[in-house]
Nanobody
Framework: QVQLVESGGGLVQAGGSLRLSCAAS????????MAWFRQAPRKEREFVAA????????YYADSVQGRFTISRDNAKNTVYLQMNGLKSEDTAVYYC????????????????????WGQGTQVTVSS
């Protein structure tokens, strides 16, 4: 497992932007598939976006496609989530997740695929 620390959350007006960061404590960061999940009040945690170890492969939930961008800087051991066009329904605690991939340049979209989680960062979008 790897330690993950998220940052960048906050309060923003609808239509605004935020960039979340997740720093990982590992020397083999490029070997980890990474993802962002979120949990809104009284709802289950849901998948937002995922990225493969190289950064070449990404995948998004339909609800954020075209508005959010996941990226990574393997030299900085950091994954990012650029969120544009924020809506009130994006309000949630956002979690970074990681897993050491066993083969290929893959990503995963299910919670059970990941074994390391950050503490979460709150994103609140006011309408």
């Amino acid at each position: 497992q790897v330690q993950l620390v998220e940052s960048g959350g906050g309060l923003v007006q609808a239509g605004g932007s935020l960039r979340l960061s997740c720093a990982a404590s590992t020397r083999t960061f490029s070997s980890y598939a990474m993802a962002w999940f979120r949990q809104a009040p009284r709802k289950e945690r849901e998948f937002v976006a995922a990225i493969s170890g190289s950064g070449r492969n990404t995948y998004y939930a339909d609800s954020v496609q075209g508005r959010f961008t996941i990226s990574r800087d393997n030299a900085k051991n950091t994954v990012y989530l650029q969120m544009n066009g924020l809506k009130s329904e994006d309000t949630a605690v956002y979690y970074c997740a990681a897993v050491l991939r066993s083969y290929g340049d893959v990503y995963y979209t299910k919670e059970h695929n990941y074994d390391s989680w950050g503490q979460g960062t709150q994103v609140t979008v006011s309408s």
